[in-house]
T-cell receptor
Framework: KAGVTQTPRYLIKTRGQQVTLSCSPI?????VSWYQQTPGQGLQFLFE???????NKGNFPGRFSGRQFSNSRSEMNVSTLELGDSALYLC??????????????FGPGTRLTVT | DQQVKQNSPSLSVQEGRISILNCDYT??????FLWYKKYPAEGPTFLIS?????DKNEDGRFTVFLNKSAKHLSLHIVPSQPGDSAVYFC?????????????FGKGTHLIIQP
């Protein structure tokens, strides 16, 4: 089974621009979560999508948004980029389903650098 | 407010000895705990998990212990091998919350010395 894939792997953007990152979950997985990893804050939860619906959102400003498609692929968007948005953005997939806990499987991440 | 804390940023252990990584949490609603291992330039890889109804879970060289009254868990690696050198993250989530993402600690960098 192919793992979680994220594109692009590396990205350099300028402050004020916007960016879209893509995630393809493991086949059959319906839940996709996004995390931001920075040296100072560690891994922080951004949001989770299940069956095209955002089920929960972490404590990030509205500049961070996402969506999920019918094939479970997900995108996240960051608008009006700030220098502090430079981070590794990780996507994780799991089978999902309410009432159950599944281990999440992470992709390799997209390294975003904002200059 | 950091709900999951890994107080040791790094830990150095000799090859063949036991590695013990510690994690404390403050949210009593956490009911399921996981350990992830991360190599540079890769995403975290799931290692082992434990539900709050247990106090121990073992998988090969890896054992996780949970002390719910102390809100403390630990990961034991025996014997430690060079390939175990990585950053280890403790994570927690609320069972039945359905929508909550994992809450991670900031990680402990384990270095296995030959």
């Amino acid at each position: 089974k192919a793992g979680v894939t994220q594109t692009p792997r590396y990205l350099i953007k300028t402050r004020g621009q916007q960016v879209t990152l893509s995630c393809s979950p493991i086949s059959g997985h319906r839940s996709v979560s996004w995390y931001q990893q920075t040296p100072g804050q560690g891994l922080q939860f951004l949001f989770e999508y299940f069956s095209e619906t955002q089920r929960n959102k972490g404590n990030f400003p509205g500049r961070f948004s996402g969506r999920q498609f019918s094939n479970s692929r997900s995108e996240m968007n960051v608008s009006t980029l700030e220098l502090g948005d430079s981070a590794l953005y990780l996507c994780a997939s799991s089978p999902g389903g309410s009432g159950w806990i599944y281990e999440q499987y992470f992709g390799p991440g997209t390294r975003l650098t904002v200059t | 407010d950091q709900q999951v804390k890994q107080n040791s940023p790094s830990l150095s252990v000799q090859e063949g000895r036991i590695s013990i990584l510690n994690c404390d949490y403050t949210n009593s609603m956490f009911d399921y705990f996981l350990w992830y291992k991360k190599y540079p330039a890769e995403g975290p890889t799931f290692l082992i998990s434990i539900s709050s109804i247990k106090d121990k879970n073992e998988d090969g060289r890896f054992t996780v212990f949970l002390n719910k009254s102390a809100k403390h868990l630990s990961l034991h690696i025996v014997p430690s091998q060079p390939g175990d050198s990585a950053v280890y993250f403790c994570a927690a989530r609320v069972v039945g919350g359905g929508a909550d993402g994992l809450t991670f600690g900031k990680g402990t960098h384990l270095i296995i010395q030959p």
